[in-house]
């Protein structure tokens, strides 16, 4: 059986699943999508711990198995992603330079935003708390800046060509136009909305944003 048959992603339009949408329309490859409903709660309760039991999304039906972890599902699929868009083979740098933001995305500017998201997984209090999202808060406007520094001179995170990275960027993009951080991201983050636009101009992230309700920038 092909490693990319009966592919079944679990996701939340405003989650990191995102990107993991975004790669998987990319590759054209047939998949079964099933919304995980963070606003009910449903990513807590039995049905969905018995696919992911950290109750986290995105969780990837494979052929082999339940696969977890935005890094980790991006990096499976990539392959199938430079297929299905006529790009050579990555070579190891390559490959090693794409996991190594993806693993910065997912290490530091995802806990920081957590900090405001989910505060509750940091403090007991509501003072406490509080607290934590206010220091969330001043901790993700310079990661928000790194990233902008990063894309300054390219079209995409890696340079011309475009790859699993990027869907993974607009994650952060929408989080930061989000109510949570409320940051101008035209105005303060024009390097990096540039590539949001970029990203939501192409089909496959259109119709993914249109299935998922979102609004492209």
């Not at 808060?137 to 995409?156: D, V």
Request: with cysteine; net charge neutral; charged share 25%.
């Amino acid at each position: 059986m092909s490693r990319f048959e009966n592919l079944t992603l679990w996701y939340w339009p405003t989650a990191c699943s995102l990107a993991c949408h975004i790669v998987l329309e990319e590759t054209g490859l047939p998949y079964k999508e099933i919304k995980v409903d963070f606003a009910s709660g449903a990513q807590r309760q039995p049905d969905y711990l018995s696919i992911n039991p950290k109750g986290r999304v995105p969780a990837l039906q494979v052929a082999d198995g339940i696969l977890t972890e935005t890094p980790a599902i991006l990096t499976y699929l990539a392959p199938a992603f430079r297929a299905a868009l006529g790009q050579a083979e990555s070579d190891a740098l390559q490959s090693a330079r794409e996991l190594e933001f993806m693993c910065w995305l997912a290490s530091t500017v995802h806990v920081a935003f957590a900090h405001i998201s989910r505060a509750e997984r940091y403090a007991t209090s509501p003072e406490a708390q509080a607290d934590v999202k206010r220091k969330g808060a001043e901790s993700c406007r310079p990661l928000w800046q790194e990233i902008e520094a990063k894309l300054q001179g390219r079209e995409w995170a890696m340079g011309e060509r475009y790859s699993v990275l990027d869907p993974y960027l607009q994650v952060f993009w929408n989080w930061g136009k989000g109510e949570r951080l409320g940051y101008d991201m035209e105005a303060d983050f024009p390097v990096w909305t540039a590539h949001a636009r970029r990203l939501c101009s192409r089909p496959a992230v259109s119709r993914v944003y249109a299935r998922a309700g979102l609004v492209a920038p």
